[in-house]
């Protein structure tokens, strides 16, 4: 009996996924355990594996086609079999999907009819010229921006690793895209000749937007795109010299007023600003290619002051001499000259990444919606420097001292399960499991990866965690599910120097503690004024779920743990 296959629910928070592609095709053998399709949910693209043996009878939605949880997806039963009473089931069930040209008889029964009320309004030749096309038998794949994060909808294409015309392979890294979280790689799945490219280098384009078409080389791809949406960037035939063209016709085609330099090469903009200042094109001599003028030409100018006409100057200098002495002779002032200077305001602008997007979105939520209170302790780190020295001289990795802070929020998290809860408006949830983020500075803003389970992790695990996900972080190939998850953070800029900071709470997180640097200062011990190293930290509360009190007794188990750090060994 034929059985529907439906679109499975692949993650937690996933409502509908995208048929990335298909590995298998109408007719194909497919046995349990098989991977039928690649499927692109909110979180990742993950393999989909067929749970029943038979025929793949039937496909319901397209490659790059997005559907709802627990729609018909595809039909699997005996070779030969008539599956239509299955799909007539499921479709009482689930939103209709996309039929394929083969498949459907219906859809063929009804064509006649709506042709006869098409010939009726308009002549044949007319319902002729326009034939529908069947898209897929057109040898090419459409190539979609995916979903790289839970929280992405648009990505910005940062570079594009090959151009149209380009032989590419499956497994090619097409172009670099911009998330609200990292730049990731994105990948055809497909082998062939690259014949479109859509959004151009710096522009975005929405989740499940068409960005790029791979195929068999000089396909006709015009069916595959949208009728609203212009081709944005090249296609094979078109894309040779068209921005030099324009160019060119910008910068020659100018219309000035005056005659005298309006055949000469110049730009707009220059044209414009020599006409403000009464500047003559012929005099300027073009720096760019060909002996173009451009604006800094113009604007570099000096007009040559021309000597005065003999006949002038010499009835200047008779005019001199005849003229009465009327003043009396003084004596020459000393002239002062004064250096000049002459500023020019300017600025630069870029527009906003993803991720600044991203950050200044979910930190703004954080601070006008969670009440935050801070409370700031001093900690005596003498014994953790000594500790750390001796842990050293025989641990495999070098541990650091955020490594110590790291796991000592963790023990003390164990003690205080408030500070290790999310407000989730009308409950609670009060975690039992310790996932810790850490805050990393990258160039384009703040990434946090999650150390999970770090109350059961030695200090030389989160030691090499933390390293691990640095590097990640800086060259941009932190995955999303590295950085999901997190019930506590810990921002430090201990290494900078900072002797004190409030760092705003990490939702859905209820606290987050800022840690500053050891500082080396007088200290009172066994009555007597001693140098010491002392580490100031700040916890920031959401006071809707963590009260002063609580905030105040974790951060008393957090110092006694690392004033004494043999503690966090037992």
């Known amino acids: 009996m034929a059985e529907v296959i439906k679109m499975p629910k692949m993650s937690d928070t996933m409502t509908e996924g995208v048929l990335a592609k298909w590995h298998k095709k109408v007719g194909d053998k497919v046995k349990s355990g098989d991977v039928l399709a690649e499927i692109e949910t909110d979180k990742a693209t993950m393999d989909f594996e067929a749970y029943s043996d038979g025929t793949l009878l039937y496909i319901g939605v397209e490659e790059g086609k997005a559907v709802p949880i627990d729609a018909m997806i595809a039909v699997i039963g005996a070779e030969g079999e008539d599956y239509h009473a299955a799909l007539d089931a499921s479709a009482a069930e689930a939103p209709k999907a996309e039929v394929a040209a083969d498949s459907s008889s219906s859809t063929k029964e009804a064509a006649p009819a709506k042709e006869k009320v098409t010939e009726d309004k308009k002549p044949k030749e007319a319902v002729e010229a326009k034939p529908k096309v069947d898209k897929s038998s057109i040898p090419a794949t459409v190539i979609r921006m995916p979903a790289l994060s839970d929280t992405m909808t648009e990505g910005v294409i940062n570079k594009w690793n090959f151009k149209v015309g380009d032989t590419v392979k499956s497994d090619d890294s097409l172009a670099d895209v911009e998330t609200d979280k990292a730049t990731m790689e994105v990948v055809g799945y497909e082998a062939g000749t690259l014949l479109y490219i859509g959004p151009k280098e710096g522009e975005a384009a929405k989740v499940n937007g068409i960005i790029a078409i791979v195929g068999k080389a000089g396909t006709d791809i015009t069916p595959l795109l949208d009728e609203d949406e212009a081709p944005a960037a090249e296609v094979a035939a078109e894309s040779s010299g068209s921005t030099e063209e324009a160019e060119t016709a910008s910068d020659t085609t100018s219309v000035e007023s005056t005659e005298d330099d309006s055949r000469i090469k110049a730009s707009p903009l220059a044209r414009k600003i020599a006409n403000e200042k009464g500047i003559n094109l012929r005099d300027i001599k073009g720096s760019a290619e060909g002996g173009r003028i451009i604006k800094k030409d113009v604007e570099e100018y000096v007009p040559v002051v021309k000597a005065p006409a003999p006949a002038v100057a010499a009835a200047e200098s008779s005019s001199k001499e005849t003229a009465p002495a009327t003043a009396p002779a003084t004596t020459p002032q000393p002239v002062i000259t004064l250096p000049t200077f002459t500023g020019e305001e300017k600025f630069t602008e870029k527009p906003v990444s993803q991720m600044r997007k991203a950050i200044s979105r979910r930190l703004s939520e954080s601070l006008f919606t969670a009440p935050h209170f801070y409370v700031t302790m001093s900690i005596d780190m003498d014994e953790s420097i000594k500790a750390r020295t001796r842990i050293n001289e025989v641990a495999p990795v070098k541990i650091s001292f955020n490594d110590f802070v790291l796991k000592a929020c963790a023990v ?31 160039d384009e803003g703040l990434l946090v990866p999650v150390i999970k389970f770090a109350d059961g992790k030695s200090l030389s695990r989160i030691s090499v965690e933390v390293k691990d996900f640095a590097q990640k972080a800086k060259a941009k190939k932190l995955q999303p599910p590295e950085m999901e998850g997190s019930t506590f953070t810990i921002s430090n800029l201990g290494m900078f120097g900072v002797d004190e900071f409030t760092a705003i ?35 920031s509360c959401d006071h809707r779920v963590v009260d002063g009190a609580t905030g105040a007794a974790f951060l008393q188990t957090l110092k006694s743990l690392l004033e004494e750090p043999v503690r966090l060994l037992i």
């Not at 003390?412 to 039992?432: M, T, Y």
């Not at 500082?519 to 916890?539: C, I």
Request: glycine letters at 8%; charged letters at 10%; a positive charge.
């Open 505 to 539: 709470i990490n939702t859905p997180n209820a606290c987050i503690l800022a840690v500053s640097g050891i500082q080396q200062v007088p200290v009172v011990k066994n009555g007597a004024v001693v140098p010491g190293n002392v580490m100031k930290v700040t916890l």
């Open 412 to 442: 003390a998290l164990k003690q205080h399960p408030a500070v290790n809860s999310s407000f989730l408006g009308d409950k609670i949830r009060f975690n039992e499991h310790i996932h810790i983020g850490v805050a990393v500075a990258v």
